[in-house]
């Protein structure tokens, strides 16, 4: 935009207000369903506990994953609206978005997935997925849905809401598809040119947005009062899922602890109710779990005292290493991702007696 068309956009629209990123939807580390699953997990007994951990764990899991690519976002320094954790409903179709992304050029629909193992796509189109040992032999492989396919059909439901409401005209809506995992491998290479396109690192995010708004070849130029009309009608028409958590995991009085205790009570029983005795599996959800929120804990606290932002004593990523290794000396605290002898020197104590703890 010459100096002259600023002028012009100035004074017939006012000055410019979106000058960086802006959440109209933050992104929220804890979540309603967490909140909610955590909740029941501690009114649950043994037995049925252990599908409640696990489920708790893979949220907090996507949620860290998420939380990259909204740091990506924040600190993009390009002038946008974000939405996060967006369900929509039109004609009996429904679409869960991680993210939404408003520019004056286009709309962005981001799919996120924190991915264990490394991706290879095929000149087919097909997702592969491979794990490997610490030796770097493959133990397991897999194919896996699309997301491209998935994103996709995502964007054609919010283009046929927007289109039908008169809220866009001729506005594009792109799709990406972010691998929010730091040690996922994509290997894209055999496929085809439109696939390479749509499936990046959540670390390339801000450069394939600025990539996107150099675009010569597209000729919108949406006023600020129009983004923020596509944004609010999205946010306006969220649709948050109301979860049946006894339905899902089939759950019935005796499930209840509360249920074992008054039972005791009326029989006139004053024995302890002893709940069910966990095996390995359950026991290693529950301790993931718990270790998670105490290294949280822990990282918050220290953040504070030192009026640092919590990533830089570890971030997520760093997190999820340090859960899966479980150092138990500061040697073998130096193997995980992130920790030099500086940050070891100064959190391995801390760190390691939560840890053993």
Do not use: W
Not at 181 to 193: E, G, L, R
Not at 202 to 227: F, R, V
């Amino acid at each position: 935009m010459s100096l002259i068309e600023k002028a012009v956009y100035r004074l017939i629209n006012g000055k410019k207000e979106i000058t960086e990123p802006i959440f109209l939807k933050e992104f929220e580390m804890e979540n309603d369903q967490l909140k909610d699953l955590i909740e029941l997990s501690n009114k649950i007994v043994a037995n049925k506990k252990e599908l409640i951990e696990r489920d708790i764990i893979y949220l907090k899991q996507g949620l860290s994953g998420e939380q990259n690519v909204y740091y990506e976002l924040k600190n993009s320094f390009i002038p946008m609206l974000c939405l996060h954790d967006i369900r929509l409903e039109y004609n009996g179709y429904v679409a869960q978005f991680d993210f939404i992304v408003v520019t004056n050029k286009f709309i962005m629909v981001l799919e996120t997935k924190k991915l264990n193992g490394d991706i290879e796509i095929n000149k087919d189109g097909d997702f592969i997925r491979r794990f490997k040992d610490r030796n770097g032999r493959v133990f397991k492989q897999e194919g896996m849905y699309s997301p491209i396919s998935q994103n996709e059909r995502h964007v054609n439901i919010l283009k046929e809401i927007l289109t039908k409401n008169g809220i866009i005209k001729y506005t594009p809506i792109k799709s990406a598809v972010i691998i929010a995992n730091p040690k996922t491998i994509v290997n894209k290479y055999k496929a085809q040119k439109k696939i390479q396109n749509s499936i990046f690192k959540y670390d390339q995010i801000a450069n394939l947005l600025k990539k996107e708004l150099n675009d010569k070849t597209n000729e919108t130029n949406l006023l600020e009062k129009n983004m923020y009309a596509i944004a609010n009608f999205i946010l306006e028409n969220n649709k948050p899922i109301t979860f049946d958590y006894k339905a899902k995991y089939s759950l019935s009085q005796e499930d209840f602890v509360q249920k074992d205790i008054v039972a005791a009570q009326d029989t006139g029983n004053n024995s302890p109710i002893i709940p069910k005795q966990m095996d390995n599996n359950e026991k290693s959800v529950v301790d993931n779990s718990m270790l998670y929120d105490s290294l949280k804990k822990y990282r918050l606290d220290r953040s504070k005292a030192e009026g640092i932002k919590p990533y830089f004593i570890f971030n997520n990523a760093e997190l999820d290493d340090l859960i899966e290794k479980k150092p138990k000396t500061k040697e073998e605290l130096l193997r995980v991702k992130g920790f030099g002898a500086v940050k070891v020197e100064k959190y391995g104590e801390g760190i390691l007696k939560i840890l053993k703890n």
